[in-house]
């Protein structure tokens, strides 16, 4: 080989980027909540690998103690959780950073009833049977919080524990409880079918709805983490341009109906809590953290003092969206 040929094969590889190893991150109800959308896009659409994230693969759990759990026992570089799990898992001593606002509010949901219930407005709930989760779930938070927007208490309401959103919905079919939280992209599915008389993004002000997490020292997987979160974010400006076309990826995904997935993208992307969108681009905003520490503790989900900022780490993300809000 003469010197120009390895000269330029030389030049040829300085100009491509370096290769990051490749893992797998997890992501807290993929397949399942809105939260998770963008990832399926940003695989779909390969802006993992534009960023020079190689990710083979997103783990889920339900629930977002298990899915940090899996994190840490699989040592995977990258988790998408519930500010609830990153805060208790903190306060049990686990050595892991909120590097990323994912999920910027609660806007995915609704509460509905029957279309023939006498229920018109949260004020109308008194002595009604709410429905919820489970014990200290959000769900049973936000119940706490839209009872308050029509000047109820919880003790004036029966709260009713449902175990998850879907039977929820069947409770509220059969006449066990008066509404239903129905978080999206149930919502968009069953919309003709009930009728909504409280939604987050009307009444409830912005409130941390998941995170991205990572170990404090990531053991040189910088560069990967840097890249998911360029990826997700090249994702949610997608979604927003190309609401039809990522409705359908995400169908696939979801195992929903094409266009019940088109209307939930259009709905969200388009959604503003007091301004703020639902799907962020990474950068941190201290209000709906605090605020979403303070919907926790009221249900008990979390105790003691929590100094936020301490948890907080913005060196993943790009420049532009250090500063936080």
């Given at each position: ?14 100009l491509?980027?370096?290769a ?5 991150i ?6 399942v909540?809105a ?5 399926a ?5 390969g802006?993992?690998?534009?960023e020079?994230a190689n990710?083979t693969g ?5 629930g977002?103690g298990?899915?940090l759990?899996?994190?840490?026992a699989g040592?995977a570089?990258?988790a998408?959780?519930?500010?609830n ?14 590097i990323?606002?994912?999920?910027l509010t ?8 029957k279309?023939?219930?006498p ?10 049977k709410f429905?919820y989760?489970?014990p200290r779930?959000t769900s049973?938070?936000l ?7 029509g000047?109820?208490?919880t ?9 998850g959103?879907g ?7 059969i006449?066990?409880i008066d ?10 599915r069953?919309?003709?079918k009930y009728?909504?008389i ?15 997490v ?34 359908d990826i ?5 195992n929903l109906?094409?266009e ?7 709905n969200l ?11 962020g681009a990474?950068?941190i905003?201290?209000d709906g953290?605090?605020r979403?520490?303070e919907?926790?503790k ?5 105790s ?5 900022a301490?948890?907080?780490d913005?060196r ?10």
């Amino acid at each position: 080989m003469t010197m120009s040929c390895k000269a330029a094969l030389v030049l040829a590889f300085a100009l491509v980027p370096l290769a990051v190893s490749a893992e797998e991150i997890v992501v807290s109800n993929y397949g399942v909540s809105a939260n998770g959308m963008p990832y399926a896009v940003a695989l779909e659409k390969g802006f993992f690998k534009e960023e020079g994230a190689n990710v083979t693969g997103i783990l889920t759990s339900a629930g977002g103690g298990t899915t940090l759990r899996n994190m840490l026992a699989g040592n995977a570089p990258y988790a998408e959780v519930n500010p609830n799990a990153v805060i208790s898992a903190v306060q049990q001593g686990a050595d892991v950073k909120i590097i990323a606002d994912t999920v910027l509010t609660v806007a995915e949901f609704v509460w509905a009833v029957k279309p023939d219930s006498p229920v018109m407005s949260v004020k109308d709930l008194k002595g009604r049977k709410f429905g919820y989760t489970n014990p200290r779930s959000t769900s049973q938070a936000l119940a706490t919080l839209v009872l308050q927007s029509g000047g109820l208490k919880t003790s004036e309401v029966e709260l009713v524990k449902t175990g998850g959103f879907g039977e929820g919905v069947a409770a509220l079919d059969i006449g066990l409880i008066d509404i239903a939280p129905v978080p999206e992209p149930l919502w968009s599915r069953y919309r003709n079918k009930y009728r909504a008389i409280a939604k987050a993004s009307e009444l409830l002000r912005p409130i941390a709805n998941v995170l991205g997490v990572a170990h404090a020292n990531p053991g040189g997987k910088e560069g990967f983490i840097r890249a998911v979160i360029r990826a997700r974010r090249k994702a949610v400006a997608f979604m927003a341009s190309n609401p039809d076309e990522s409705g359908d990826i995400i169908a696939k995904v979801y195992n929903l109906e094409p266009e019940v997935a088109r209307t939930v993208v259009r709905n969200l992307t388009g959604s503003r809590t007091g301004g703020v969108a639902y799907w962020g681009a990474g950068e941190i905003h201290m209000d709906g953290l605090n605020r979403a520490i303070e919907v926790q503790k009221m249900v008990g989900a979390i105790s003691g003092d929590v100094d936020i900022a301490k948890i907080v780490d913005t060196r993943y993300l790009p420049d532009d969206l250090k500063a936080v809000q």
